[in-house]
């Protein structure tokens, strides 16, 4: 019903820059809350990156703030993650997600597919 694709990973030096795109599309009728989720190497638990909600409200893991931002294009159903001064402990597979409202008035939370993030030393 509804898919949602990542884009902008790849690999990067330290202290580099990097940003990631998540599209989603299908039977939407309106988006709420979205966000970016990553996974580190070794099977740890998804952890929380950033979300923003459809009011624009943002909140960050504490190791992000002030170098990432969390941003959405509402017309585009898009939401983005813009990376600064990244490190080789960001290293992951970078998830998104958002909370769809479909047309037929369901919400869910849909996921991506992953894109890999990868900070060398």
């Known amino acids: 019903q509804v898919q949602l694709v990542e884009s902008g990973g790849g690999l990067v030096q330290a202290g580099g820059s990097l940003r990631l795109s998540c599209a989603a599309s299908?039977?939407?009728?309106?988006?709420?809350?979205m966000g970016w989720y990553r996974q580190a190497p070794g099977g740890k638990q998804r952890e929380l990156v950033a979300?923003?909600?459809?009011?624009?409200?943002?909140n960050y893991a504490d190791s992000v703030k002030g170098r990432f931002t969390i941003s959405r294009d509402n017309a585009k159903n898009t939401v983005y993650l813009q990376m600064n001064s990244l490190k080789p402990e960001d290293t992951a597979a970078y998830y998104c997600?958002?909370?769809?409202?479909?047309?037929?008035?369901?919400?869910?939370?849909?996921w991506g597919q992953g894109t890999q993030v990868t900070v060398s030393s």
């Open positions: 997600n958002a909370d769809v409202k479909t047309t037929g008035r369901d919400i869910w939370r849909y």
């Open positions: 299908g039977r939407i009728f309106s988006i709420n809350a």
């Open positions: 979300v923003i909600t459809s009011g624009d409200s943002t």
